[in-house]
């Protein structure tokens, strides 16, 4: 690892952020007729005309420009562009008889879909918390903790532990199979923990401290493979194993094509969510200001098996599934895995000082800045070929946002600036 070579990846992720990524949604995405983002772009940053938007791109689109003014990039302008993303929030999207942002609404901020789903709530916690860090304004908190306290109310499984997901518009448990009602997920309660780190970084509050503590538990000791120390996707209720399926909400969904299926349906494991769950409760340790040496080897044994099964070492990039005892499922590469085990491996650099994982970031950074990156345009294709051909080409809509690249460029540039300074 050569100081020249940190301070070239470091700036070339500086300009993409700065002169790429944030002006492509900052000069897009504010629905000056509406209120709230545009979320819906082709392969050439034109508006598709898509008539919906949904939580979970509108909660990360407040994130993200939230997060942008947090770390120090956004400009005066910012700050209106993330009230007026919160204004939208609370404005129309809340559920004024039962409490609770519903899932989907169209352009105009008529409902569309109203249930109540844990996924898109996580993130509202999330984003309306960092919009209170970056901006000051209250409201943010206040319906954080809102949103906080209708989930311990009515989506918590006081017999098993853990959270139900899928609730319909009054908090009454979806049904079973593809409506999500008898179904927990890693994803969600990875979410979860993210949500409730920056919730408890504001608030300072015990109850979101041990909520907090207690999700990560639930992580550890229930969804993580307990000899490989893996993600496991979906469980029962009770804790056991699930078929991975693809549920009415749609995400946590299989593309049968060529290069991405998988074996079993039970045994694959998500090498973008381990090295983002592994970088997430990193952070999470530093907000509890508890010492993350303490789990050096379970770290470790995460970031080996990413590297060693997860990283493509002949065509770059990050493979998408594989077997919990390492191999590869799934072939194609996704964007935003190819984000989170950027942070995570320089995490992984940072605590182990080990040059295998500085190796996995050239691999990582290279493939996206050569491949990933639409140069048209300056966002992220959303799913290519092993090789790098764009197999979908959209640059946003519900499911792919600007929270995972803007995401990965700052907190790579933190991680960076920290190996630079070491060097």
């Not at 940072?350 to 966002?379: M, P, R, S």
Request: aromatic fraction near 14%; charged fraction near 25%; hydrophobic fraction near 40%.
């Amino acid at each position: 690892m050569q100081i020249d070579e940190l301070i070239r990846f470091k700036k070339e992720a500086l300009t993409h952020l700065t002169k790429e990524l944030l002006p492509f949604w900052t000069d897009r995405m504010i629905d000056k007729e509406n209120g709230g983002y545009i979320t819906h772009f082709d392969k050439d940053g034109n508006d598709t005309g898509e008539d919906e938007k949904s939580l979970i791109a509108q909660a990360r689109c407040l994130y993200t420009i939230s997060s942008a003014i947090r770390a120090g990039y956004g400009t005066e302008e910012y700050l209106g562009f993330a009230k007026h993303g919160a204004d939208f929030l609370i404005d129309k999207m809340w559920d004024m008889e039962h409490g609770g942002f519903f899932w989907m609404l169209n352009r105009k901020g008529n409902i569309i879909n109203d249930k109540k789903i844990v996924y898109g709530l996580s993130f509202s916690i999330y984003a309306l918390s960092e919009y209170t860090l970056a901006t000051g304004d209250q409201r943010g908190i206040v319906y954080a903790e809102k949103v906080f306290d209708l989930i311990q109310k009515y989506c918590v499984d006081s017999y098993y532990g853990g959270y139900f997901e899928m609730f319909g518009k009054d908090w009454t448990l979806a049904n079973a199979g593809s409506a999500g009602g008898d179904r927990k997920t890693l994803d969600v309660h990875m979410h979860l923990m993210e949500a409730y780190t920056t919730l408890y970084e504001v608030s300072r509050k015990e109850v979101h401290r041990r909520k907090l503590l207690e999700v990560i538990q639930i992580l550890l000791n229930r969804m993580m493979h307990q000899n490989y120390k893996t993600g496991i996707p979906q469980f029962w209720a009770n804790w056991e194993i699930a078929p991975q399926i693809k549920f009415d909400i749609i995400w946590g969904w299989d593309r049968y094509t060529e290069e991405g299926s998988k074996n079993n349906a039970t045994d694959n494991t998500c090498f973008g969510h381990n090295a983002e769950f592994a970088w997430l409760f990193m952070h999470a340790l530093q907000i509890l200001e508890e010492d993350k040496s303490n789990y050096k080897k379970l770290f470790k044994t995460i970031f080996d098996h990413t590297v060693d099964n997860g990283i493509d070492t002949k065509f770059g990039g990050v493979f998408v599934e594989g077997s919990h005892k390492g191999g590869v499922y799934d072939k194609e590469k996704e964007f935003w895995q190819q984000a989170e085990v950027m942070i995570g491996v320089l995490d992984a650099v940072i605590l182990f000082d080990d040059e295998k994982y500085w190796d996995a970031y050239k691999n990582v950074h290279t493939f996206v800045f050569e491949k990933v990156i639409n140069k048209k345009v300056g966002e992220w294709y959303p799913l290519l070929s092993r090789k790098g051909e764009p197999i979908w080409t959209h640059m946003g809509h519900s499911w792919k946002i600007n929270y995972h690249t803007v995401r990965a460029m700052i907190q790579s540039i933190n991680r960076l600036d920290t190996l630079i300074k070491k060097h």
